[in-house]
């Protein structure tokens, strides 16, 4: 079993960055591949990025393909995602996931585990 923890969600401009994190517990961290999804106010929840169990092959959804970088320490047991040129539509809560032994993919149902949510909020 894994817990996760994000942080680094906030308030920016427009133009702006922000670098997300999801630290996970236990010792096997490097056996999930991780996602990252975001959910805007009355909307569905939205898969972002994805990133297999080594870090070398990443995934993205087209709206912010260029823009973020998901990435991943296996030493720290966290994953990234640095986000750049931020627009108000990337307003959301992001929520990291994992899934063990798979594949990370668009569907919020082919993950085990869900982290809480940090709050990211793009000014215009």
């Known amino acids: 079993q894994v817990q996760l923890v994000e942080s680094g969600g906030g308030l920016v401009q427009a133009g702006g960055s922000l670098r997300l994190s999801c630290a996970a517990s236990?010792?096997?961290?490097?056996?999930?591949?991780m996602g990252w999804f975001r959910q805007a106010p009355g909307k569905e929840r939205e898969f972002v990025a994805a990133?297999?169990?080594?870090?070398?092959?990443?995934y993205y959804t087209d709206s912010v393909k260029d823009r973020f970088t998901a990435s991943r320490d296996n030493a720290k047991n966290t994953v990234y995602l640095q986000m750049n040129s931020l627009k108000p539509d990337d307003t959301a809560v992001y929520y990291c996931?994992?899934?063990?032994?798979?594949?990370?993919?668009?569907?919020?149902?082919?993950?085990?585990?869900w982290g809480q949510g940090t709050q990211v909020t793009v000014s215009s």
């Open positions: 990133i297999n169990w080594s870090g070398l092959n990443t």
């Open positions: 236990g010792r096997t961290f490097s056996s999930y591949a």
């Open positions: 996931a994992a899934v063990y032994r798979g594949t990370a993919g668009e569907k919020s149902h082919e993950y085990d585990y």
